[in-house]
């Protein structure tokens, strides 16, 4: 099972890296297993360059657990950890830093709009996490709050992280991120946008209500709001 685990983060490693989300060795990916230790990528790694080998296996305390291996565990692994403890249904976290949504994350503010259904549904309201030196308490601390509401948090002057139930939708969590925050960025160049009525918003709502899509999302419209968990 953990072969297969290891699988599927090495195809992501190399999409991700191919669609330029994780630049020289950024990012960092890790999985909850079953007996709640994880699986995690391993630092100074490319993400086109993973093997099963620099996919370790730690515990919650972020130890390494078997011995093999002349690779540690990725130096944001702390981030990772915090977001298991603070969300006990995800068993998925990336971090990556796509261009787009790391320009909108050194903006510094949340991105409250609604243009695209497909943002809206699957993510809502994209906070930001308050700037933490990587690797650093801070860091770790900083995504607690927003993750509370979203699964899909920018990290100020930085690059972003997404949870998700499982490593498929973490993947379409990430991409759907990095594709809106493209079109904001080109839709901010044209100057102009077209914002999805409120009566389109309350139709997705509904969609997100009779799909039971997992996962938290905050949905903001109008001066109405509704937080999905
Ligand atoms: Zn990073």
């Avoid at 994780?22 to 990916?29: L, R």
């Avoid at 702390?78 to 976290?93: N, T, W």
């Amino acid at each position: 099972m953990n072969d297969i685990i290891k699988e599927e983060l090495i195809r992501i490693g190399n999409e991700l890296w191919m669609q330029g989300f994780t630049p020289a060795n950024a990012g960092n990916f890790s999985v909850k297993l079953a007996d709640n230790t994880l699986l995690c990528t391993a630092t100074g790694v490319s993400k086109n360059q993973l093997t099963k080998k620099s996919i370790i296996r730690i515990d919650l305390q972020g130890n390494p657990i078997d011995e093999n291996n002349d690779f540690s565990p990725s130096s944001e692994i702390k981030m990772h950890i915090e977001a298991y403890k603070c969300r006990p249904d995800i068993r998925v976290v990336l971090h990556a830093h796509p261009i787009y949504a790391t320009t909108f994350a050194s903006i510094g503010k949340d991105l409250n709009d609604n243009i695209l259904p497909e943002a809206t549904l699957q993510l809502g309201s994209i906070p930001v996490a308050k700037y933490g030196t990587p690797s650093t308490n801070d860091l770790s601390k900083s995504i607690i709050k927003p993750l509370q509401t979203s699964d899909a948090v920018l990290l100020e002057n930085h690059g972003v992280i997404v949870v998700a139930e499982n490593l498929k939708m973490a993947q379409f969590k990430i991409e759907i991120l990095e594709h809106y925050c493209h079109v904001l960025y080109n839709l901010n160049n044209l100057n102009q946008s077209k914002r999805l009525t409120d009566s389109q918003v309350l139709q997705l709502i509904e969609l997100r209500k009779s799909n039971k899509l997992p996962g938290r999302a905050l949905i903001k419209y109008s001066n109405e709001e509704i937080q999905f968990k």
